[in-house]
């Protein structure tokens, strides 16, 4: 006796359509949004505010003096750490050299 393999060949199923999904109402930009984001002045960085504070002295400053001008004049306040100096002086001292 001969055992003989049968294969099932299956109909190929349809294939789904598919249909681009509803875009969710915050992906669109509301038409006002842009002229208030203008309106708004940009924050500076600790680093940016620092690099401000420094071009505008004439005497060179210290990290702690740098905070203090930058505080004073406004152009950045520490959001709450306990020692920004240091956190500045970091970050100074991390930037990649140039050549």
Request: with cysteine; glycine share 6%; proline share 10%.
């Amino acid at each position: 006796m001969s055992a003989k393999k049968t294969t099932k060949t299956k109909a190929p199923a349809a294939k789904a359509q598919k249909t681009p999904a509803p875009q969710s109402p915050k992906a669109e930009k509301a038409p006002g949004k842009a002229a208030k984001a203008s309106a708004k002045p940009e924050r500076l960085s600790a680093l940016d505010a620092a690099a401000k504070v420094l071009g505008e002295s004439s005497e060179p400053l210290n990290c702690k003096e740098m905070i203090d001008a930058m505080a004073v004049k406004g152009y950045w306040r520490s959001p709450g750490g306990a020692t920004p100096w240091a956190t500045l002086y970091t970050a100074v001292t991390m930037l990649p050299k140039t050549a």
